[in-house]
Nanobody, 124 residues
């Protein structure tokens, strides 16, 4: 059974950096894609960044390009989201997600496994 556990959220100030982690277990993730999503209060969950486990190909939503970097450590079975120059509008609960396949999808419906989320608050 796939299990995803996020960590690393917290309260930071605008302009700060933070790294989120997602520990993945339960199977071999070769041939999977991993994604980070976020959900702000009163808003729908939205795609942030994705990575293919085997090749490490990445894709991002426009609002985080140049500020966020998704990566994975195969040995640790962990996916990271490095977030730099954080803005108040980045405030949200951040979720890690996994799905079979390597297409560069962004929809929540295309990911079948989800973590419990970690909260990030960015103060101005």
């Amino acid at each position: 059974q796939v299990q995803l556990v996020e960590s690393g959220g917290g309260l930071v100030q605008a302009g700060d950096s933070l790294r989120l982690s997602c520990a993945a277990s339960g199977r071999t993730f070769s041939g999977y894609r991993m994604g980070w999503f976020r959900q702000a209060p009163g808003k729908e969950r939205e795609f942030v960044a994705g990575i293919t486990w085997s090749r490490g190909s990445t894709w991002y939503t426009d609002s985080v390009k140049g500020r966020f970097t998704i990566s994975r450590d195969n040995d640790k079975n962990t996916v990271y989201l490095q977030m730099n120059n954080l803005k108040p509008e980045d405030t949200a609960v951040y979720y890690c997600a996994a799905a079979q396949g390597t297409s560069y999808t962004r929809s929540t419906a295309s990911y079948g496994y989800w973590g419990q989320g970690t909260r990030l608050t960015v103060s101005s």
